[in-house]
C-alpha cells in the first residue's frame, strides 16, 4: 500500500511552453500533497503544500504563477510550470500525506 | 534554509563495514525525523523514522540515533552492502503533518 505515482518520469520541453507534472495516490486519498524541487547533488526543497478543494500554499520565493497548482481530487495534484525557461531545469517530486509521507519517483523536467 | 555547498558530503566504505552517516537538524522544535534513501534519478525512499520522545531506534540493519541536545541526527547501517550505495536525506518534522524539511544529504559508497 500507499503507493504514489507521478507522471512523467521525463520531459523535455521547448522554452516558452508550460508543462503539466501529475502526482497520484494509487491506493489511498491524500488531501494534502507536498511538492519539491531538487536540483543536482543538491538536497529536496519544499516548494509548495497542495490542498484537496483549495488554494495551494506556496514557500516563499516560490512564484505560484509560474509553478500552478491543483488539487482536484483526493488522489490527484498536478504542478504546472508555465512559460517554461532552462532555469526550471531541475527534477520534481512530490510526496503524499497519509501515515507518513510516501514520494512519488520523481520527473525530471529539462527546457530547452 | 539549505546550507551553501559545492559538494555533496561523501562516505566511502567497503563491503561488510558498518556505516555511521551523520546530519545536524536546524529547527528545536522538531519532534519528528526520518532517513531517506535516494538512488539517481528516484524519489526518495523510506529507511527509519523516530520521535522526539526517544533517543535510539532500530530497523532492520539499520539504528537511528537522536542527540536533542545538540541536535543532531545519526544513521547506522550495519555491515553495508553495494546496494546501499545511495544518497541519504535527513529530514525533520514538527507534529508530523509531512511537510519535511530536508538535510543536505550524504552520498554513500559501498565498495566491493
Known amino acids: 500500500g500507499a503507493v504514489v505515482s507521478q507522471h512523467p518520469s521525463r520531459v523535455i520541453c521547448k522554452s516558452g511552453t508550460s508543462v503539466k507534472i501529475e502526482c497520484r495516490s494509487l491506493d489511498f486519498q491524500a488531501t494534502t500533497m507536498f511538492w519539491y524541487r531538487q536540483f543536482p547533488k543538491k538536497s529536496l526543497m519544499l516548494m509548495a503544500t497542495?490542498?484537496?478543494?483549495?488554494?495551494?500554499?506556496?514557500e516563499q520565493g516560490v512564484e505560484k504563477d509560474k509553478f500552478l497548482i491543483n488539487h482536484a481530487s483526493l488522489t490527484l495534484s498536478t504542478l504546472t510550470v508555465t512559460s517554461a525557461h532552462p532555469e526550471d531545469s531541475s527534477f520534481y517530486i512530490c510526496s503524499a500525506r497519509a501515515w507518513g509521507a510516501f514520494f512519488g519517483q520523481g520527473t525530471r523536467l529539462t527546457v530547452v | 534554509g539549505e546550507s551553501v555547498g559545492l559538494h555533496l558530503p561523501t562516505l566511502s566504505v567497503q563491503e561488510g563495514d558498518n556505516s555511521i552517516i551523520n546530519c545536524a537538524y536546524s529547527?528545536?522544535?522538531?519532534?519528528?525525523f526520518i532517513w531517506y534513501k535516494q538512488e539517481s534519478g528516484k524519489g526518495p525512499q523510506f529507511i527509519i523514522d523516530i520521535r522526539s520522545n526517544m533517543d535510539k531506534r532500530q530497523g532492520q540493519r539499520v539504528t537511528v540515533l537522536l542527540n536533542k541536545t545538540v541536535k543532531h541526527l545519526s544513521l547506522q547501517i550495519a555491515a553495508t552492502q553495494p546496494g546501499d550505495s545511495a544518497v541519504y536525506f535527513c529530514a525533520e518534522n514538527i507534529g508530523s503533518n509531512y511537510k519535511l524539511t530536508f538535510g543536505k544529504g550524504t552520498l554513500l559508497t559501498v565498495n566491493p
Open positions: 497542495s490542498n484537496e478543494g483549495s488554494k495551494a500554499t506556496y
Open positions: 529547527n528545536s522544535a522538531s519532534d519528528y
